[in-house]
T-cell receptor, first 114, second 111 residues
Framework: GESVGLHLPTLSVQEGDNSIINCAYS??????FIWYKQESGKGPQFIID?????DKRQGQRVTVLLNKTVKHLSLQIAATQPGDSAVYFC?????????????FGTGTKLQVIP | NAGVTQTPKFRVLKTGQSMTLLCAQD?????MYWYRQDPGMGLRLIHY???????AKGEVPDGYNVSRLKKQNFLLGLESAAPSQTSVYFC???FGGGELFFGEGSRLTVL
C-alpha cells in the first residue's frame, strides 16, 4: 500500500554541521515529492519540492535528493542553524497538479545543538 | 496577506458538546483541507474540498462534518465531541498538487 516513512525519528546535529533527513516511500507511481518544516506551535511550511523526473534540486541551504531505484528521498540542510530546529515531514503525491492525495510521513525532529 | 487563518486557536469541550472550527484563506485557492495531527501519527486528512460547494471524505472523516459555502471559507464541525477527537487541527489550502499552505492550527481538548 501507499506509505511514506522516515528512518530516524530524532536527529541531533551541532550548529554549523550539515543535516541529512531521510524518507522512504513505497508508492512507485508517486510523481511529486515535498518537504515541509513544522516549528513548534505552528503549521507545516513548504520548504522544497522535486518531481520524479529529477534526482536533485537545490534551494537556499537545502537540497533534496531523489533515488527512485530504492524509493528514497532525503533533505540536506547545509550549515545547520538553531532556526532549523523543527520537525521535518516528507510528503508525496501521484501528480503535481489538481487535487492530489497527499501522503505525509510521520516526521523527523531536528535538534540543533549550539 | 494573512494566508490561512484558523479560529479558534484553542478550545476545551466536554464530551457530547458540539463546535465549529473556521478556516479562511485569502489566496483564492480552489482546494481546501482539514487535517488532524496526533503524536506519532503525522497528518491525517479528515475532509477536503475541490471547490466552492463541494466536500469529500478523507482518511478519518467519522465524527466530523464540513461545509464550503464560500470559496474562501472551510468549516469543520464536531457534532458530538469525544475524547478521541482531542488533537491539533490544521486547515490547508492549495492551487493543486502537493504544495499546501497551512494555518497555525487549532488545539482542541475534549474532556
Amino acid at each position: 500500500g501507499e506509505s511514506v516513512g522516515l528512518h530516524l525519528p530524532t536527529l541531533s546535529v551541532q550548529e554549523g554541521d550539515n543535516s541529512i533527513i531521510n524518507c522512504a516511500y513505497s508508492n512507485s507511481a508517486s510523481d511529486y515529492f515535498i518537504w515541509y518544516k513544522q516549528e513548534s506551535g505552528k503549521g507545516p511550511q513548504f520548504i522544497i519540492d522535486i518531481r520524479s523526473n529529477m534526482d536533485k534540486r537545490q534551494g537556499q541551504r537545502v537540497t533534496v535528493l531523489l533515488n527512485k531505484t530504492v524509493k528514497h528521498l532525503s533533505l540536506q540542510i547545509a550549515a545547520t542553524q538553531p532556526g532549523d530546529s523543527a520537525v521535518y515531514f516528507c510528503a508525496e503525491t501521484p501528480r503535481s497538479g489538481g487535487y492530489q492525495k497527499v501522503t505525509f510521513g510521520t516526521g523527523t525532529k531536528l535538534q540543533v545543538i549550539p | 496577506n494573512a494566508g490561512v487563518t484558523q479560529t479558534p486557536k484553542f478550545r476545551v469541550l466536554k464530551t457530547g458538546q458540539s463546535m465549529t472550527l473556521l478556516c479562511a484563506q485569502d489566496m483564492n485557492h480552489e482546494y481546501m483541507y482539514w487535517y488532524r495531527q496526533d503524536p506519532g501519527m503525522g497528518l491525517r486528512l479528515i475532509h477536503y474540498s475541490v471547490g466552492e460547494g463541494t466536500t469529500a471524505k478523507g482518511e478519518v472523516p467519522d465524527g466530523y462534518n464540513v461545509s464550503r459555502l464560500k470559496k474562501q471559507n472551510f468549516l469543520l464541525g464536531l457534532e458530538s465531541a469525544a475524547p478521541s477527537q482531542t488533537s491539533v487541527y490544521f486547515c490547508a489550502s492549495s492551487f493543486g498538487g502537493g504544495e499546501l499552505f497551512f494555518g497555525e492550527g487549532s488545539r482542541l481538548t475534549v474532556l
